[in-house]
């Protein structure tokens, strides 16, 4: 059974900073890799999907890498903003059907 | 473009007492369809998936059930909600094709009382 770990689970850092978040997972056979971002009580925002093929995304201040066979993706933000603020969850589908699994997020807060 | 709708956003019901939350997705054809439950400061539990009209798969055995009556349309359901059955209920939706991402509704906070 694919297994998804983020870590950290928090995260607080300054204004300005550069940071990276970590996603894990058991089960190499992927399709793709999505990583979202959720506000307190709101749906989840798509913000880089990388398929297995790729080795990485970029979106702005966003860079995603993937590295299936090691089962690791990392989600680099630069210059973090306040509104950077959110849980950023990652989620990979699995070749075996069309499920898709998810890890338990990372809570990022920027402090100005 | 493609837009997902989930109602309602909000709702409390007893305990004892049947549920149904619906999720229709507009401007696209033949989707997989998701509900997930995620509990206060926790990750996404898949609770049920779809890739076709009538066929359900459930990840997890529980008070829940899941319909897709329609194409576009999933309704996830229960007969008699436990007070477990509180969270924050999100669907998804997701083209068949591995190159194209998932989309989620705004979610549906349930709170059994």
């Known amino acids: 059974k694919q297994e998804v770990t983020q870590i950290p689970a928090a995260l607080s850092v300054p204004e300005g900073e550069n940071l990276v978040l970590n996603c894990s997972f058991t089960d190499s056979a992927i399709y793709n890799l999505q990583w979202f971002r959720q506000d307190p009580g709101k749906g989840l925002t798509s913000l880089l999907l990388i398929q297995s093929s790729q080795r990485e995304q970029t979106s702005g201040r966003l860079n995603a890498s993937l590295d299936k066979s090691s089962g690791r993706s990392t989600l680099y933000i630069a210059a973090s903003q306040p509104g950077d603020s959110a849980t950023y969850l990652c989620?990979?589908?699995?070749?075996?059907?069309?499920?898709?699994?998810f890890g338990e997020g990372t809570q990022l807060t920027v402090n100005p | 473009s493609q837009t997902i709708h989930q109602w309602p956003a909000t709702l409390v019901q007893p305990v004892g007492s049947p549920l149904s939350l619906e999720c229709t997705v507009e401007?696209?054809?033949?989707?997989?369809l998701y509900w997930y439950r995620q509990a206060a400061g926790r990750g996404l539990q898949l609770l049920f998936y779809s890739v076709g009209i009538g066929q359900i798969s459930s990840e997890v055995p529980q008070n829940l059930s899941a319909s897709r009556p329609q194409d576009r349309q999933f309704i996830l359901s229960s007969k008699k909600l436990l007070l477990s059955d509180s969270g924050f209920y999100l669907c998804a939706w997701k083209a068949r094709s591995h190159r194209i991402e998932a989309f989620f509704g705004q979610g549906t906070r349930l709170t059994v009382v």
């Open positions: 989620a990979v589908q699995e070749t075996s059907g069309s499920r898709l699994t």
């Open positions: 401007g696209t054809s033949n989707p997989n």
